[in-house]
């Protein structure tokens, strides 16, 4: 009986060690595995652009691959989606935007996910301001001839924008209504359509993230008259914001930040809260997105929860005020 009793005592010991040895790898942070970021816009656009040398170095910074994977449509529900019915255990991340954890859901009259109850927030990494530009042509060098001229012509200046719900056709409602005047929205299937005919002459006035409209203020093409963030931007010092243009208290920017799917370990989440920090501090990410006016921005945890919950609020007034709605 006692070889059978040692037996038995060593089978159990093993099982033992194997489901402690399984339990401890389940939960170890993503460190030296695969982490797919998730994307949810397609490649090229401005998430990708902030997205990409993120990735690498998040990869670098935890000793692991992490791969790109875009996925496109509804405004970034459908990427947001995925993360939110993904496991937690630090392997799928998202590169959120304000249009996915801020704007969405007010915009879209269902939305798959819930913004805060679906996430773990880890990290605010990025930010752009809005830029008011002009055609050449238009009869304003500042953001007073551009109000005067709005008010002498009620209704009939137009402004153009990346689309209905985007940041900028809200920063257009919104200066709208702190400046009382009456212009015309006309929304864009992306940026670079809405560019074209602004510097054809078909558009008067445009609203968009700075990133995306700079290359042709250099060029002369365009002319931009304030941004929308609270501080003058590093690549356009000579471009004031609209507070400072007599708007006090306006500011709004476009923003991304990482997420994880809810009940992520702790250890897991404050290793990327950790490894966020670093990247977003560290020369290499700030030397790749500030000459494209794109600033890293830390907040991290709790502050990042509480600063989303103040911009859910922010952008939710101002779709509900434009009246714009999508399915």
Known sequence: MRPIVIIAFHAVMFCIVALASFENAAAQPPARQQIRLIVPFPAGGPTDIVARPFAQMLGEALNSTVVIDNRGGAGGSLGADAVAKSAPDGRVLLMATVGTHAINPTLY??????????????????????AIVVHPSLRASSLDE??????????????????????????????????????QHVPYRGSAPAVTDLIGGQLQIMFDPLQSVFSNIQGG????????????SLIAPNVPTISESGFGGFETTAWWGLF???????????????????????????????????????MSGQAFAEFQASEMIKWGKAVRDSGATAE
């Open 221 to 232: 093409r365009l002319r931009a008259l304030a941004v929308s963030s609270k501080e003058r």
């Open 146 to 183: 551009l109000v005067a001229l709005a008010r002498q012509r009620p209704g009939k200046l137009n402004y153009g924008s990346a689309g209905v719900g985007t940041p900028g056709h809200l920063t257009g409602e919104m200066f709208k209504r702190a400046a009382g005047i009456d212009i």
């Open 109 to 130: 009259t269902k939305l798959p996910y819930n913004p805060v109850r679906d996430f773990t927030p880890i990290a605010l990494i990025a930010t752009a301001p809005v």
């Open 260 to 298: 994880a799917p809810a009940r992520l370990p702790a250890h897991i989440t404050e290793t990327l809260i950790g490894a966020a920090g670093k990247i977003v501090s560290a020369t290499p990410f700030r030397n790749t997105l500030e000459p494209l006016g794109v600033v890293p921005t830390l």
